[in-house]
Structures are given as C-alpha cells and as structure tokens.
C-alpha cells in the first residue's frame, strides 16, 4: 500500500425522503428484522457454537428477538488464548504495508457493500437513529481504519533518530509480546470495532470481547474481517460474561495490553487485577481506557442563545444522552435564564420520541432493563427532592421499549446528586448562577466531578473565552468553544480524558497506536573501534 496514503474523512449520507440511500436502508432493515440470527463465537476463523445461548433484542421493542449468542466458557476462552499467542508468531513479522491493505480493504467494504448492513444493525441492535447510525456505525469505523493505517506509517518517519557520521541509528515500532484483550462498550459500534483493529494495525493479535447488549452488530465487523481477509486467530471474537472471562484471561502470563472503553468502575476493577498479578506477567501489561464522563457545558451572559439551546439539546438528548461526553451539568447565568429556559423547553417540548425505524425520532430507547432501571431511580429522586424541579421530562415507560423521556432538571443545590453523578441517559441538570459569582462557577465546575472527559463554553467574548480555556484546563480532555461536547472526529479532535475518565491516550490518533508498540532501538556501527584504551587514557 502507498505510504504516502492520506485519510480523509467519510462524507455523511444523509438519507433524505425519497433517495435511493434512504430506500436500500429500510429494505435491509425490514430484512434484518424478518429473521433471527445465530451468532457464533469466532476464534481461529471457525465458528464456535456452545449451546449456551443469550437474547439480542431491540431496545425499542424488546420481545422483538433479532438473534442468539453462544456464550464462550472456560473452554472456548482457553482456545482464543491459545489462537491469539500462535497467530501473532506470523501476524507480528507481517510488514505494515501488507496489514494496511487488509485494514483498508474493511474500510471500503463499510464505505460500499456493508453500509446499509451496519447502520441497520446498530439501528436495531444499540438503538441508534439513521443519522447517529451512520455518523457512528459507518463513517467513524471508516475514519479510523484509514486514519489508523495513515498514522502508523507516518510514525515510521517522525521518530528518526540522529545517525553520527560512521553509525546508523533506527528506531522500529515491534509489536507487544503477548495477546492484547479488547473489552467494547455497547454505546458506540466504530469505537468496538478500534478498539481491536489499532492494536492488530500495529501488529498484535486480539481477543474481543463485545459488550453483551451490542453483540449482534458486533458480529458484522467479524464479517467483515473474514470478507477483507484477515487471517484466521488475529482478532477473536469471544462474546460472554464479562468478569469470567476477564477473570482468565487476566490471569495469563501472556497478557500484553488491555484496550478498554466503558465504566470507571469497571476499568479500576481491570486495573487493581492486573497489579495482583504483575508477578504472572512476562512483561508489563499496557493498559488504556475511556471511562466515564459528567461532561458540562458553563455559558456566559455574553453567549449565543440560539446556538447555546441547540448544543444543549443534542449535547444531551443525542442517542438518549448513551455517550460519555453527553452533557450531562449545565451552567447557566442568571441574567439570561428566562430566555434560556423559554427557548429550551419551547424546542425540547418538539422532540419525537420512538422506534429509530421512523427517522423523524430524534430520541429512541435505552440499550437495556438495567440501563432503564439505573435512569429511573435518578428520575424519582428528582421528583421527591425539594431541592429541585423538573422543567421537562421526568417519566419513562418499559411495557414495550425502554423509553426515557427527554429530561431537564433545575436545582439551586451546586451539589445536587445529578449534577455530580453519572446518569448515562437522557437527563439535563440546570445550575443557574449569579453572573457576580463567574470565579467561583468555575472551581465549581471544576471540583464537582471526578470526572475529565469532555465541556464546552459558550461566549462571544473572547477573553472569557481564553480564561475558560486556561481555568479548566484539566477539566476536560475535550473541550469545545461555542459547541457541544459531543461528537468528536477521528483525524480533527482526538478522544480521551483524564482524571476518573481514563488514561487519555486519544483513541483515532498516533499517539493511542504508540501504546500497542514495544520500540526498539537498533545501532550498526561501520567501523568498530581496535582498541579498548581511550585518548584520556595516554599519559604522553
């Protein structure tokens, strides 16, 4: 492949009324949703099938079953250890050009053959609407395939050392010694797929394990590897029950890296594992995550209404606020509260709510019961609190889909309980403050979260805008002026936070590939020295 290869980002489909695009995806939809599919654990490109079964279903329809999965057990994850380590005996000598071709033939099949497949998939499967489904399912993965191959060939040239006259110094970017373990999050279809495919772009071989409410449209990225040609054993596909086979795979000597997206909880869980069995490891483990986020947005009296009520209500109602940058705290002036508040709830109160198979739905369902469940006792806190009112929302239905209505909350409590935790739902916090206070509703944001992932500013001034800036500096590993903290992408904003939100090694840039490499430094001397003495040595 050229080495001179340059990505550039996928163009969105819009999917209007009456195209053809629109026409062939409600075709493959009606088709995906005709059938029930059985999905097989993948290790050494053979299909694996337990008997084990477990349930996809749609979020928005939940006795609608679109498939089984065969859960892997002791036995089956055993096998893809086993796979993976005598997969990378070759995969790891293949040369970057012949990886890159494979890499990019998957990003061609997505961008052509495969489209409607995938968005449909992650339409059923993980309830994303048609525009989330194809900003995510297809054009990210797309992005981060030919960015991935862009950036690690690039790194074969911006890490050159200096070569003395009579020696030639080179750096080479090996692969880790051992198997990588990638565990996926249900929310976002292109990040389960990286989470996999950057390590294997650098030469390492995979066990992935998909989140258990996105394994039906996680096996289409399996697909699609096998459609590419990529040799059998370098990404496993091991679907199940996560702390089992953590718990194994964990225990390996061979473990090499740990690629990660999901909760906090979760990955302190991974990481204190991992430190009680450093002395099982040949080497150290890399470990990299995204966790979780409690994403702000702070506006100032000088901020554009307008484009402040949009960013609020796509920042936080998008995919039913199921990101972790969703804004989940905003921060409000006083001064422009009643036009703020009239505008919002005036535009939130226009928000269709349904099935993703009706495009006009701006909101669908949560992923699960659990997820339902976790989001309703947030909701009934709200409403039995005197330290909050409700502006929107508040209500949630499971009889048929896993509905949450869009929520909006107001408190005048800076440290009210949905304001400092998590939700991962389509919920909206109001903190209006004093403009006199502005110093301190910034430590405020600043200390209220655990968290660092994303926030944005909203102002026209652009010294406020420079003092936000500098102030949450490290508040935020994303951070936006005049936006919405979500939608980050591959190749313009690098992803990734810090603090509680993880290791911010920016998924979808080089520097996340520089984790699944082990440098080494090779030094050829031209002409060895004939004598061991040194000039300071002669006393003469």
């Avoid at 040799?231 to 690629?259: C, M, R, S, T, Y």
């Avoid at 690098?494 to 030094?523: V, Y």
Wanted: hydrophobic share 35%; net charge negative; glycine share 8%.
């Amino acid at each position: 492949m050229d080495k001179d290869f340059r990505a550039v980002n996928e163009p969105i489909i819009d999917f209007e009324p009456g195209s053809n695009h629109r026409k062939l995806l409600l075709k493959e939809i009606e088709r995906q949703s005709s059938r029930i599919k059985e999905i097989p654990i993948i290790i050494n490109g053979k299909e694996i099938k337990t008997g084990n079964l477990q349930v996809c279903s749609k979020p928005h329809d939940h006795q609608h079953i679109l498939g089984h999965y065969h859960e892997a057990g002791e036995k089956e994850i055993q096998m893809a250890i086993d796979s993976s380590l005598e997969a990378w005996k070759y995969w790891s000598n293949t040369s970057l050009e012949y990886r890159s071709k494979i890499f990019k033939k998957v990003a061609d099949l997505i961008a052509g053959p495969y489209r409607y497949k995938i968005n449909a998939a992650a339409m059923l499967d993980i309830g994303k609407s048609v525009f989330q489904a194809e900003v995510d399912a297809s054009c990210e993965l797309i992005d981060f395939l030919n960015f991935n191959i862009e950036f690690a060939h690039k790194m074969q040239t911006s890490f050159t050392p200096i070569s003395p006259e009579g020696m030639s110094n080179e750096l080479e970017f090996r692969p880790l010694e051992g198997f990588v373990f990638a565990i996926a999050p249900f929310n976002f279809f292109s990040i389960g797929g990286n989470l996999a495919i950057s390590p294997a772009i650098m030469g390492n071989t995979v066990l992935w394990k998909p989140a258990p409410s996105a394994v039906y449209s996680s096996y289409c990225i399996m697909e699609l590897y096998k459609e590419a040609g990529l040799p059998d054993g370098v990404i496993n596909f091991i679907p199940g029950d996560g702390p089992k086979i953590g718990n194994q795979v964990l225990k390996h000597p061979e473990l090499a890296g740990i690629h990660f997206t999901g909760s906090t909880k979760t990955f302190k869980y991974l990481w204190k594992k991992v430190s009680d069995n450093l002395d099982t490891y040949r080497n150290y483990p890399k470990i990299v995550g995204e966790t979780g986020g409690k994403d702000f947005c702070i506006a100032h009296n000088s901020a554009n209404i307008q484009g402040l009520v949009t960013a609020m209500i796509r920042g936080a109602f998008e995919y039913q606020g199921q990101k972790c940058s969703a804004m989940s705290r905003a921060y409000l002036p006083s001064s422009k509260w009643s036009i703020i508040k009239e505008k919002l709830i005036s535009q939130a109160q226009t928000i269709d709510i349904g099935p993703p198979e009706d495009f006009k739905n701006f909101v669908n369902a949560v992923i699960d019961e659990p997820a339902f469940d976790r989001i309703a006792t947030y909701l009934d806190y709200a409403k039995s609190s005197d330290d909050c009112e409700i502006l929107l929302g508040g209500n949630c239905d499971k009889s048929k889909g896993f509905f949450v209505d869009p929520t909006i909350i107001l408190t005048k409590n800076p440290h009210f309980k949905t304001l400092e935790e998590e939700i991962f739902g389509p919920v909206l916090t109001i903190y209006v403050y004093d403009d006199k206070n502005w110093d301190e509703t910034l430590r405020l944001i600043d200390t209220t979260s655990p968290y660092a992932l994303t926030g944005c500013v909203f102002s026209e001034d652009r010294d406020i805008v420079d003092e936000v800036r500098s102030k949450l500096r490290f508040s935020a590993g994303n951070f936006y002026i005049n936006d919405k903290p979500t939608g980050a992408v591959v190749g313009q904003q690098p992803f990734g936070g810090s603090r509680a939100s993880g290791t911010n090694d920016k998924g979808g840039s080089m520097l996340n590939l520089l984790r699944w490499t082990s440098p080494r430094t090779i030094k050829e001397t031209f002409e060895p020295p004939q004598d061991y003495r040194y000039p300071f040595m002669d006393n003469e």
